[in-house]
């Protein structure tokens, strides 16, 4: 028997990490860039010209600690994928590099990131049992939104349905994963000891 990855929330259970919530609106910005504006007033309402509302697959990336004990207001969260569709685009950008996107070599791309290689993406099982039914979904930590806390419990309990659940220790390979993205560094010079 496989073990679950997922469980269905309730739309009142508290929000917490791993929670996946399907077209989850997000703000982001245009890729334009910013005119000058005479005084810092004009500066700060032309910013809104530049912010797009859309709805997006996303998944609940803050501790949740922090969620449970209710210390943070904003919610990190990450974009995530449905495989057919990555692979799609995977496609298209193979084609723009001149490259050949043969089922062979995306194949050895899927385990590439299922072996933690591709640092930036992480791969989720698909289940459907338990009263959850999600396919592979590819979690891309190149973007990262925020939204307050408040507005996803509000969405969440508009909708009334339940939501798929990462259970542990799932969650927390995710978080780990996240964090691996974020920790790599190189430094040109190392740090000059002085002290003695």
């Known amino acids: 028997m496989i073990e679950s990855w997922y469980r269905a929330a309730g739309a009142h259970e508290p929000l917490t990490q791993g929670d996946l919530i399907f077209d989850c609106p997000a703000l982001s910005w245009r890729p334009s860039a910013i005119q000058p504006q005479s005084g810092s007033a004009a500066a700060v309402l032309s910013l809104g010209d530049h912010v797009m509302a859309e709805a997006r697959d996303l998944v609940v990336m803050t501790q949740a600690c922090d969620l449970e004990h209710a210390k943070v207001a904003n919610v990190v969260l990450c974009p995530h994928y449905e495989l057919d569709e990555f692979q799609s685009a995977w496609e298209e950008d193979q084609r723009r590099k001149g ?63 339940p939501r798929p659940q990462l259970l542990p220790p799932y969650r927390e390979h995710l978080s780990q994963a996240f964090a691996r993205f974020f920790m790599r560094v190189g430094l040109p010079t190392p740090v000059t000891k002085t002290w003695s």
Do not use: K
């Not at 640092?119 to 190149?142: K, P, S």
């Open 99 to 161: 490259q050949n996107p043969t089922a062979r070599a995306w194949r050895r791309y899927c385990d590439e990131i299922c072996e933690g290689m591709v640092w930036n993406l992480n791969l989720l099982n698909a289940q459907d049992d338990g009263g959850v039914a999600v396919g592979h979904r590819v979690v891309d930590f190149h973007e990262v939104f925020t939204l307050p806390r408040s507005v996803l419990e509000s969405l969440l309990a508009t909708r009334g349905a």
